[in-house]
């Protein structure tokens, strides 16, 4: 049998102490936590940083390898600093040398990075070693040049690797959720499918129970299957809570692809054994022909400014949209006929469908329309240019030609706020391997005292 504890889905979202506490006195052969995804958008794999601020995390850090000591069990943590590029992993590596230093506390630390030479992989692409995943961009050579960081998922085998080095603290870049729970059981000899299952469930900690916030869980794997254990005071652990989770960032509720082949839940059973834990067993893992690691890109998309104007008029906030329509067209119109280049003019009605746009049919509108205008254009200046040329549109545009010229409201003087480089997703593929390692790098140091 083997245990793995899983704090919380991501390091710097918090969890409860208490039930990490009970979770080390459950003794587990290894802490496990997710650092990072996509969720966030693309700025954080654009630019190699962390979405969690630097003390947040160090705090929290700190604690896991508190609790690390206690439980004598190695730490290990994949997608480190939110996005897995090189940079980021080499923030938290900082981090850990920091917290290590401060303490006088001797460690072996292995590091195991995800990014990938650009040049390389466009090279790479035109061998045909890059394939498209089902709805991917076209892309070519060029694209990959684009990126400013690219990065490959890594699977349960680079973590092994890293695990095998014997260290205390393993940091590793970008890898899937899955992966940095089902690699330890794997190792041992644990059933292939519900290794994999189970580290499904645990990506988020507690979220696949009744008590998500709790964060704390314990899985046990063993030869037949796995049992899921909620170590929040009030957590429970459901057949269903725990089923539901492979529809959780899944476009299939029964089939999950990772480096090396597939997870297939089909004949999964789930059994409550009371009314916390539930039993899983059934899975299947069916190897694939080819090894292949996804691949993530992010490259600039161009410079952003933003103006933010709210509206209350009564007539206004009823006709929003075709106000918003017609200054779209008119300012489009004015800012190519008077500085040209290439440019795009957004509007988004905060309060109306700001978030889904046309696929919102049911959006009632309120007494307060926040209207906010999105520039994107290819430099810095031509951005920040048409947004003082949208200025007087958001302040005064009337809803019909020859009517009183209306006045809304700008909250912050001036209303023009650049957001600087802003960075696009580029990459849906995957990249064929020989030797599974042979995309990462692996090294081990000692830090400390």
Same mark, same amino acid.
């Given at each position: 049998?083997?245990?793995?504890?899983?704090?919380?889905?991501?390091?710097?979202?918090?969890?409860?102490?208490?039930?990490?506490?009970?979770?080390?006195?459950?003794?587990? *052969?290894?802490?496990?936590?997710?650092?990072?995804?996509?969720?966030?958008?693309?700025?954080?794999?654009?630019?190699?940083?962390?979405?969690?601020?630097?003390?947040?995390?160090?705090?929290?850090?700190?604690?896991? &390898?508190?609790?690390?000591?206690?439980?004598?069990?190695?730490?290990?943590?994949?997608?480190?600093?939110?996005?897995?590029?090189? *940079?980021?992993?080499?923030?938290?590596?900082?981090? @850990?040398?920091?917290?290590?230093?401060?303490?006088?506390?001797?460690?072996?630390?292995? #590091?195991?990075?995800?990014?990938?030479?650009?040049? =390389?992989?466009?090279?790479?692409?035109?061998?045909?070693? &890059?394939?498209?995943?089902?709805?991917?961009?076209?892309?070519?050579?060029?694209?990959? =040049?684009?990126?400013?960081?690219?990065?490959?998922?890594?699977?349960?085998?680079?973590?092994?690797?890293?695990?095998?080095?014997?260290?205390?603290?393993?940091?590793?870049?970008?890898?899937?959720?899955?992966?940095?729970?089902?690699?330890?059981?794997?190792?041992?000899?644990?059933?292939?499918?519900?290794?994999?299952?189970?580290?499904?469930?645990?990506?988020?900690?507690?979220?696949?129970?009744?008590?998500?916030?709790?964060?704390?869980?314990?899985?046990?794997?063993?030869?037949?299957?796995?049992?899921?254990?909620?170590?929040?005071? *009030?957590?429970?652990?459901?057949?269903?809570?725990?089923?539901?989770?492979?529809?959780?960032?899944?476009?299939?509720?029964?089939?999950?692809?990772?480096?090396?082949?597939?997870?297939?839940?089909?004949?999964?059973?789930?059994?409550?054994?009371?009314?916390?834990?539930? $039993?899983?067993?059934?899975?299947?893992?069916?190897?694939?022909? $080819?090894? @292949?690691?996804?691949?993530?890109?992010?490259?600039?998309?161009?410079?952003?400014?933003?103006?933010?104007?709210? &509206?209350?008029?009564? $007539?206004? #906030?009823?006709?929003?949209?075709?106000?918003? +329509?017609?200054?779209?067209?008119?300012?489009?119109?004015?800012?190519? +006929?008077?500085?040209?280049?290439?440019?795009?003019?957004?509007?988004?009605?905060?309060?109306? +469908?700001?978030?889904?746009?046309? %696929?919102?049919?049911?959006?009632?509108?309120?007494?307060?329309?926040?209207?906010?205008?999105?520039?994107?254009?290819? @430099?810095?200046?031509?951005?920040?240019?048409?947004?003082?040329?949208?200025?007087?549109?958001?302040?005064?545009?009337? %809803?019909?030609?020859?009517?009183?010229?209306?006045?809304?409201?700008?909250?912050?003087?001036?209303?023009?706020?650049?957001?600087?480089?802003?960075?696009?997703?580029?990459?849906?593929?995957?990249?064929? %391997?020989?030797?599974?390692?042979?995309?990462?790098?692996?090294?081990?140091?000692?830090?400390?005292?």
């Amino acid at each position: 049998m083997t245990k793995v504890l899983i704090p919380s889905g991501a390091l710097g979202l918090g969890y409860d102490r208490d039930a990490l506490a009970r979770g080390i006195e459950h003794q587990p *052969d290894i802490i496990a936590i997710d650092g990072g995804s996509t969720d966030s958008g693309p700025h954080y794999l654009g630019t190699g940083t962390s979405k969690y601020s630097r003390s947040s995390t160090k705090a929290e850090w700190a604690e896991l &390898i508190d609790a690390r000591a206690k439980a004598g069990v190695p730490l290990l943590i994949g997608t480190a600093g939110t996005c897995g590029s090189d *940079d980021a992993v080499d923030w938290l590596v900082d981090i @850990t040398r920091e917290i290590a230093s401060e303490r006088g506390e001797r460690l072996t630390m292995a #590091v195991l990075k995800s990014g990938q030479d650009k040049v =390389l992989m466009a090279a790479a692409f035109d061998c045909g070693r &890059i394939t498209p995943l089902p709805a991917a961009p076209k892309v070519n050579a060029d694209t990959f =040049l684009s990126c400013s960081n690219i990065v490959a998922l890594a699977g349960v085998e680079q973590i092994q690797a890293a695990l095998d080095t014997g260290a205390d603290i393993v940091i590793a870049g970008r890898a899937t959720d899955t992966a940095v729970i089902a690699a330890l059981p794997l190792k041992h000899g644990c059933h292939a499918g519900a290794a994999w299952h189970g580290a499904k469930v645990g990506e988020c900690g507690a979220l696949a129970t009744t008590n998500p916030n709790s964060g704390t869980i314990l899985i046990a794997f063993d030869d037949q299957g796995f049992t899921i254990t909620p170590m929040g005071k *009030d957590a429970h652990a459901t057949p269903q809570t725990v089923s539901a989770h492979m529809l959780y960032e899944n476009s299939d509720p029964y089939i999950l692809y990772e480096p090396g082949g597939h997870l297939d839940v089909t004949g999964a059973t789930y059994t409550a054994l009371n009314d916390r834990n539930v $039993r899983v067993q059934g899975s299947k893992w069916v190897p694939s022909d $080819r090894y @292949t690691v996804k691949l993530e890109g992010a490259r600039p998309a161009g410079y952003q400014t933003i103006s933010l104007a709210l &509206i209350r008029d009564p $007539r206004y #906030v009823e006709n929003i949209h075709t106000w918003r +329509d017609d200054i779209i067209t008119k300012c489009t119109a004015k800012a190519e +006929d008077r500085i040209g280049g290439h440019f795009t003019i957004e509007i988004r009605l905060i309060g109306v +469908d700001a978030t889904l746009g046309p %696929l919102d049919a049911h959006s009632n509108v309120g007494s307060e329309v926040g209207v906010l205008g999105i520039i994107t254009a290819e @430099t810095e200046g031509l951005s920040r240019e048409v947004a003082k040329i949208l200025n007087p549109y958001l302040l005064h545009h009337p %809803l019909f030609e020859n009517e009183e010229m209306p006045t809304f409201a700008f909250p912050f003087s001036p209303p023009e706020l650049p957001r600087g480089v802003v960075h696009e997703f580029c990459l849906h593929h995957v990249l064929e %391997l020989e030797h599974p390692m042979d995309a990462f790098r692996l090294t081990t140091e000692e830090i400390g005292a």
